[in-house]
């Protein structure tokens, strides 16, 4: 049964450079997160869709940051572009609805130089 | 913003002992998760409790709530190596969104 996929699993990119990144939910999963942790504020939540549809990107921290869910098998992340302050571990996680326990993957370890 | 803050930051026990972690919230909410992180990994869910209820077991895991002072604590018995993670308590309020709390570094030592 397979969990939650991200990819990649690490990026390393210069300033300035476009950022993508990937996720797979669970299937049959109606509800899609993404969050940044960092040491300084720990887990944001950035933005999470429902039945594909965006419903809250209120920790969206800029118009440099978008995100997208084509189809109820994948999501991305996208920063455009990037900036040393946004390093971080970016995770997605799916639940089945919005009150159950979310399934989070491995997240992407991102480092802008 | 956060809405938990989880105290201690960090505990360090021996294997056998139980280990106690608290988090403490702001506002009314709907439940409360705990969430358990291993180095490099993504988060875990461990337990839910809803807020009408006061105390719920899982395993070696024992959850209380009190809604009067807007607190919960995890308690792990019988601690392994295994165990060592750091701890996050999340809240809803209502909403579909999780708010996080600061976490617990938890260190058993063989």
């Known amino acids: 049964d397979a969990g939650v996929i991200q990819s990649p699993r690490h990026e390393v990119t210069e300033m300035g450079q476009e950022v993508t990144l990937r996720c797979k939910p669970i299937?049959?999963?109606?509800?899609l997160f993404w969050y940044r942790q960092t040491m300084m504020r720990g887990l944001e939540l950035l933005i999470y869709?429902?039945?594909?549809?965006?419903?809250?990107d209120s920790g969206m921290p800029e118009d440099r940051f978008s995100a997208k869910m084509p189809n109820a098998s994948f999501s991305t992340l996208k920063i455009q572009p990037s900036e040393p302050r946004d390093s971080a571990v970016y995770f997605c996680?799916?639940?089945?609805?919005?009150?159950?326990?979310?399934?989070f993957g491995d997240g992407t370890r991102l480092s802008i130089l | 913003s956060q809405q938990g803050e989880e105290d201690p930051q960090a505990l360090s026990i021996q294997e056998g002992e139980n280990a106690t972690m608290n988090c403490s919230y702001k506002?009314?909410?709907?439940?409360l998760q705990w969430y358990r992180q291993n180095s490099g990994r993504g988060l875990v869910h461990l337990i839910l409790?809803?807020?009408?209820?006061r105390e719920k077991h899982s395993g070696r895991l024992r959850v209380t709530l009190d809604t009067s002072k807007k607190s919960s604590s995890l308690l792990i018995t019988a601690s392994r190596a295994a165990d060592t993670a750091s701890y996050f308590c999340?809240?809803?309020?209502?909403?579909?969104?999780?708010?996080f709390g600061t976490g617990t570094r938890l260190q058993v030592f063989p």
């Open positions: 996680a799916s639940s089945l609805t919005g009150e159950q326990p979310q399934h």
């Open positions: 299937s049959g999963h109606d509800y």
């Open positions: 869709f429902n039945n594909n549809v965006p419903i809250d």
């Open positions: 506002t009314s909410i709907n439940n």
């Open positions: 409790i809803r807020s009408n209820e």
């Open positions: 999340a809240t809803d309020r209502y909403t579909d969104k999780l708010i």
